[in-house]
Structure formats: C-alpha cells, structure tokens
C-alpha cells in the first residue's frame, strides 16, 4: 500500500505544538557554561581581590602567584573543552535514525525529529524509537530489551510496537502514536533522573576540604591582616603583602585543576577503545567498584544463536538435504534461522514447492520438496510426531529443535546463544582483580547457568527469583539471579551497597534502567535501548567488553596519581593554615612573601604534582582517599610549621634580619617539600628519579640567580651552614611525624 505521510506543513505544526520527539541525551555543558564555572570561582575572586590589593600598594614583583592562577584557569578550561567535544562527538555515532513518509517520499532523520503520527517503516534490525501502531506488514518482535525474555513476538496489522523493542524478521509500516516523555521508553526512564547526582570519594573529599577552606579563609583573612598591620607598625604596604602570602598558601588553586585535568585526559584517553565517559568521576568510580552486576541478555551474550551439534535420528541423507534445503529457501531471519543459515551451507537436489514461513505463535516452519512430501522444523512440543523423545537431557545446556516428516523426528538441532568473545577474558580479569560478579537476568535459570559457565564463572550459586521476595540473604549467599523482574534488579543494588559494596551495573535494555541508575558507577552497551545508554556513565560504543580493563587501569592510575598530587596541594594548606594562626599569637611578622611562594609552589607542588599524576600506575587502589592524604601531607606540613618556628625563634639569638629569616624559612619548605617528593617517589625508576634532580636543580638555580625578584638573602656561608643544619633537622622531625601519623590512622582503619 501506498502511503502519503504528513506534509512538510503538519510535520512543522506538530513541532511547534512540542509533538516531537525530544532528544533525551544527557547534555554536556556549553563552552560558556565551561568557562564560567572555571573562571568566576570563589577562590579565583579572592586571588584577584588579594591582587588588586597587591597591586595597589605597588608591590608588582609580588603578582606573580596571579600568573598561575590564570595559567591554572586556561588549561583546565581547554582541558574540560577538548573533553565536551569527545563526548559530543562520541555520543553523535550512538543517535539512531529513522526511515520516515513524508510527502510521499521516504526520509532518513535523526529520531528526535520524528513527529507524532509520522510514517515510519521499520525492517529487520531496527529498534523501535518511538511508540508505534501498525497499518501494515508482519513481523517479529524482540522485546528482551523491556522484558528481558528473548523469545520473539509475532506483530501483525493494528498491534502495537514498543520503543526499546527491536525487529528480528519481516517488514512493516507504522504510524507513530507517542513521541518524547509519553513513549514507554520515556514513562520507565521517568522513574530516574537524567543527571545522577553522585560525587565520587574523590569529589567528596575535596568538597569538604574546600568547604573548611572557604568557612574560615576570610575571617581567619581579616584577623591576619590586622595582626600584620600592628606588627608591621601600621604600614599597610607591607601587612597587605604579608596577609596575601598567608591567604595564598591556604588555596589549594591547582588541586580542582589537577582533577579536572586528569579526568578529562582519561576521558580523551578511553575515547580511542570507543569508550563514551559521560561523567569525568565515571572513570575513578570503576577502580573501586567490588562487585559488578551483568545483565544476561544483549550484555554478555550477542543476542545471537550459533548451531552447537546435529543429532541424526533416522534417514541421515536425506534429513542432511532437507535441513540445507529448508535454510537454503527460507525467507525468515529470526535469530534462529540466521544461526542455521551459518551452519547449514551444502547445496541439495530438493525443489521446494511450499514454504510455510515461521512465527512465534506455531514455533515452526517448513517447506514442502517436490517428490520428498514436506519437512518441519520447530520446537518438538508444537510439532506433531507420533513419539516424543526425550531431549532433557539437551536442555540444560542446549535450546533444542527438531526436524520433522510424517510425524517422526529425524534430527535433533542444539543451539545456544553466541556469547560475546571478549566476554569470557574480562570476566576472568575481573575475578583476578578481586572484583564479585553477579548475573542478572530476567531469563529462566537454566539458561543462565548455562551462560554463566560458559563465561567461565565457577562456585555457581543461583537463584529463581520469581519465588523470591526477601533480598537482603539471597545477594550474600548468590552469583546468578534469574527470572529477575526491574524492580527486582533495582533491589538488588540497593541491598548491595546497603551491605557496603561499591557496586557497579552492566546492562542494555530499558528493564536494566532502574538498576542502572542504582548502580555507583553505570555501564550501558550502545547496541542497547536509548534509555539505557542515557542514564549510563559509561557507555561502551563497540559494545565490547575489552575496553572494561582499559577503564579499570585509567580509574587505578587516576585515583593513586591524585592521592599523592593532592598530598603535595594540602601540605601546602596545612602548614599555611597552621603558620596563620599562630603568627595570629606570636609577636613576629608572617615570615613569607606571595613572590617567595611561587618558587617553592613550581618546583615542590605544581611541576612534580602534573608529572606524577600522569604517569602509568595500575595499582590496585586501597584505603580511603582522605586518610591515606591526610597521613602523606600531614608530616610535611607539621615538619615545616616547626622549622619556621625554630627559625623566627632563634633569628634574633643568631643576628638574622628580617630578609635572612624569611630565606631561611622559604628554604626550608622546599627542603621539606623534596623530603615529601622523595617519599612519593618510592619505589624510584626513570621519570621519578629525573624527575627529583631536575626540581632540586632548579629550585638552587632560581633560588640563587633570581634572589633579587624573590627577595632572597644572599646565600653566604652563615645562612648556607644554617640550611644544612636545619635540613637534617628537617629530614629527623618529618620521619618521626611520619611514623607516629601512620601509626594513629592505622589504628583508625583511615588507611585499609
């Protein structure tokens, strides 16, 4: 029949009337909206106030800290930017098409311009984008997406086609009746919000690090200022320069840099193995995930059948020719046709006369062959013969059919579903690393078990869960859990994390999307339902388990990387923290000035703090995040808060003058700030080992040749003789701290 469609004028009024169908992607943010958020922070206002103030009293030289706050700010922009366009780009290749009607011809658009009542015809492979009735054709149906059972349905003129369900043979053409939030799709992914609002331990720990920062900055800001200006006999040029230095030490400015930058590397990074990171925690969150969920269906396996045996009961040559025979006129091309297809490939002598075509409602079909009387092929309890045979003991591991003629079974076919290749050695590498697993799956549990040890999975516990309502015992004691409805699955990762796993979800169809939105970290398989891949962190574009240890080993790298990065930003704000209130008490200027912090923030926090946390490390990550930094930065800052105050204690016992004290002091915040990086850097190779020459060196050569601009003493022998003393002071104190800090968090468990 021929069909017409809607003119371009209806499509154009159907749109302004919002009956069209609105992309539900999860969006990144505008390049704007990127540059905002980087630029207009409360920490880069306060830098610019602390500037302008710098400014105004003339002390230019002392600007230098706002140069790497505006290098920080345009290299995390750049970063976050080159990243939006991955993901845009990335999320492009996984939009779906439509074959429409319009004005009597046929249209190939984007399914978010599909408007109500269009024309779409849909063939086999197609998955329905939107809610559709059809006006003509037949076909079969797999809705394993929704349902989670795989069994085709037959479709014929006036039934309806769900969106999230796929065509597995035949052609149709449909009206669409439901576009946008009103498309079944759309009414269960209602259920979840788009944007999951989840912070990762990382992002969690930093929110409360910069939520202290941010609560005491500015009062703790003021009372400085005001002990400056008294201590400096009210010039305020100089208390304004002393406040700043005490300010600026206490911004960790290049740790939210760092993050983002790191996040946003891995992100391009897991782009090449066709890796769509839809949020830039998604990558951390895998490396800590202890028990991954998998959905059966479309997820280990590749929703296709593969001929496992042919069991010849009677007439070998013959059923032989008839089985080629059959395949070879068939026009079907369900799952099961196609997996015969592959299989049965020799050429016959039998001239079909009749095909009777397959559906789901008789479970067979057949031909009729000149001179041989007709075959059927089919599933046995929908055929008749005149003795059934036993095929039990088939069942367990095979789906079974039969070949059929004049009612006796001449051949038993085993098939089963082709899982998917790479599916087999991720598991194992997972199961190596520690990792649970657990299958999920709405199909019977015999076919899970199958599927479960055919992946390799072994100590197969499983469970019927459509005779079960308790959940909480059954995830302790289960590996396989079958006949698992939505909420079910929901359920099931709520207990898990109730129970303190960090639970990660692997699924593809619109019944996995409540328990992906569940899951601490979402993993959709963009051979799957819309639904599925929006509501998903990570989304694998090949649908290829092979990129899983790529992500694991980029979230290790990320999460040990930054655990000693941070340590460095946070020794720096400890010991800034400390050094304020107690120069608050004391009787003695703040010690530091903004242009001397910048030389010891270069070589000891922001070059060392980049190079180590790129470089490879898939280390399996351990303990928590804020303990393990704590117990790394806290010597450091300790160390040096008790060498500054040796320092201003004896300078006037020494003779030192206000210059040399602060040389002195500056001095032993690199020395410590090394002692910190040595530490890091344990067990040496290469990169770390150049790495630690090349910050000393230049810490020396920029200490010595630019003392003049860093307003530095000259390096004489008195003040040379007072570094090395306070060096192996330094290197005693900071192992002592170091060993009494490890000890107490140990005990805490802050560390395990």
Known sequence: MKYHGLTKDEVNDRIKKNLYNENADIKTKSIKNIILENTITLFNLLNLFLGIGVFLVGSYKNLAFLLVIFLNTIISIIQEIQA???????????????????????????????????????????????????????????????????????????????????????????????????????????????????????????????????????????????????????????????????????????????????MALSTIKLSKYKVLSQKLHAIETLARVDTLCLDKTGTLTEGKMEVVDVIYIKDLENSKKALNAIVYYSKDTNATMIALKNYFKEKTDFVETKQIPFSSKKKYSGSTFLNHGTYYIGAMEFLKVNKKIDLSKYEEKYRTIVLTHNEEVMAIILLQDMIRKEALNTLAYFKKQGVDLKIISGDNVKTVEGIARRCGLDNINSVDMSNYYEINNLVKEKNIFARVTPEQKKDILISLKKQGHVVGMVGDGVNDVLALKEADLSIAMASGSEAARNISELVLLNSNFDALPEVLKEGRKSINNLERSASLFLSKTMYSFLLAVIFLIIQAPYPFMPVQLTLTSIFTIGIPSFVLALEPNDEKVKGKFLGKVIATSLPASLTIVINVLIIVLLSSILGLNEIQTSTLCIMMVGITGFILIFKLCIPFNLLRGSLLVFLILGFIISSVGLKRFLSLATFNFKVISLVAVLFIVSFTIFNIIDKIIDSSLKKRGLLC
């Open 84 to 262: 939006k366009r991955i993901i845009d780009r990335l999320s492009f290749l996984v939009s779906s098409k439509a074959k429409v009607i319009r004005d009597g011809k046929e249209n190939i658009i984007n399914q978010d311009q599909i408007v109500k009542d269009d024309i779409i015809v849909y063939q086999n492979g197609d998955q329905i984008l939107v809610d559709s009735k059809i006006l003509d054709g037949e076909i079969e149906v797999n809705e394993s997406l929704i349902t989670g059972e795989e069994d085709a349905i037959y479709k014929q003129k006036n039934d309806n086609l769900y969106s999230g369900s796929f065509i597995t043979s035949g052609i149709c053409t449909c009206k669409v009746v439901n576009v946008g939030k009103n498309n079944y799709i759309a009414k269960i992914s209602s259920k979840v919000k788009k944007e999951k609002k989840k912070e990762s331990e990382i992002e969690k720990t930093f929110d409360f690090i910069l939520k202290i920062i941010s609560f005491v900055i500015l009062p703790l800001g003021i009372l400085v200022f005001i002990k400056q200006w008294y201590a400096c006999d009210f010039v305020i040029e100089e208390a304004v320069i002393k406040t700043t230095a005490a300010l600026i030490g206490m911004i960790p400015e290049g740790l939210i840099l760092l993050t983002s930058t790191v």
